[in-house]
């Protein structure tokens, strides 16, 4: 969304009625990671912010928790039924009154720059939409098992963004997009319909930058790691029960982008994001159906994994499910436990070595 030139000069002002930045947290479950979610947000060097906290569930823990910090002023708390992530967050919203909005998980800690390096960019050019950036993985105990990681690296991000020069969306549809915690300007936020509860069959963080970039917002990323996400068994990306689902709202997130923009910018039907979102799909479609005895819709999935990318890894597990699948299965816990020894000892070393 372009500002109105007449309007331009005006965004370079300050504007002190309103905060900056709003943060959007709903919070359920977490009453373990809340306040080291709240005092990472306190400690943010630039200050005019607010955060717009969500008990979403009516719990007196939760509501205790968040209200030893609504002394400050800039730390609002919203009670109300358990309506899921979009409807805590869009309550988080309505509630709002920041120039720019972003969401933030309940068990997620900023880096105390955040608001910092944001700001400077969004001051710098009063035309950009909307900000992203990198953060880092770490799993839940935070015990360096397996070790912290870049969130670019995870989804497979091949070059490091330019901060100086807007993203396109053919951008996105390669190399993915970024962090769920991003600032947007609110008039993008509505206009695209924000974290909307009536939209269940895309992933909403994903569909939201998806749709700004078609729309031709102004977007840049930023490659620092400004924030911390923990990877807890339970979350959507990890639980055995949950991660079909969650698989195939990402898929359908960018399914809808691609459906905007017909043919990517170097001419593929298809978008590398999307290719490898099915490769991971499919392997672990493949791993399933072996542990569960399944060995016809193990090898079927990992013909499919091949397809979408010609790789190794894919290779090796097609040839091993019609060569010896027991032996496979049998391997695969084995596997795991030493990759964790190898993942725990390393990141010990680490940590006594030093950067």
């Not at 969130?151 to 053919?170: E, M």
């Not at 029960?241 to 359908?252: C, H, K, S």
Request: proline content about 6%; overall charge negative.
């Amino acid at each position: 969304m372009t500002s109105d030139p007449d309007a331009a000069p005006e965004a370079c002002v300050a504007d002190t009625t309103r905060p900056f930045l709003s943060f959007l947290m709903t919070a359920y479950g977490t009453e373990r990671f809340v306040a080291a979610t709240i005092e990472s947000v306190l400690s943010q060097t630039r200050t005019d912010w607010e955060l717009i906290a969500v008990d979403n569930g009516g719990s007196d823990e939760m509501a205790e928790i968040i209200g030893r910090y609504t002394a400050d002023p800039r730390i609002v708390l919203v009670r109300q039924e358990n309506k899921g992530i979009r409807g805590g967050v869009t309550a988080a919203a309505d509630a709002a009154t920041g120039r720019f909005l972003c969401v933030l998980n309940s068990d997620d800690m900023l880096l105390p720059d955040y608001c910092e390096r944001v700001g400077a960019m969004i001051d710098a050019d009063p035309d950009i939409d909307a900000v992203g950036c990198d953060g880092e993985l770490f799993y839940d105990p935070d015990d360096g098992t397996p070790p912290p990681k870049s969130y670019f690296a995870s989804i497979g991000r091949r070059s490091v963004p330019d901060p100086s020069r807007a993203v396109t969306l053919g951008e996105f549809l390669d190399e993915g997009v970024p962090l769920y915690i991003g600032a947007f300007r609110r008039e993008v936020w509505d206009a695209h319909r924000g974290f909307d509860p009536a939209t269940t069959d895309v992933e909403p963080d994903v569909a939201l930058w998806l749709s700004a970039a078609a729309a031709g917002d102004h977007i840049r990323v930023l490659p620092d790691r400004l924030a911390r996400m923990r990877l807890r068994p339970d979350s959507a990306s990890r639980h055995p029960t949950r991660i079909d689902d969650f698989q195939v709202r990402l898929l359908r997130s960018f399914q809808l982008a691609l459906a905007q923009q017909p043919h990517s910018h170097n001419g593929s039907p298809e978008s590398r994001a999307l290719r490898g979102l099915r490769y991971e799909h499919n392997l672990r479609r493949a791993r399933c159906s072996l542990l569960a005895g399944d060995v016809s819709t193990a090898r079927s999935a990992a013909r499919d994994a091949y397809r979408e990318r010609h790789t190794l890894r894919a290779a090796v597990v097609v040839a091993a499910l019609h060569i010896s699948p027991d032996t496979l299965r049998r391997v695969h816990p084995v596997k795991n436990t030493a990759q964790h020894t190898i993942d725990r000892a390393r990141w010990h070393i680490s940590r006594a070595v030093g950067p």
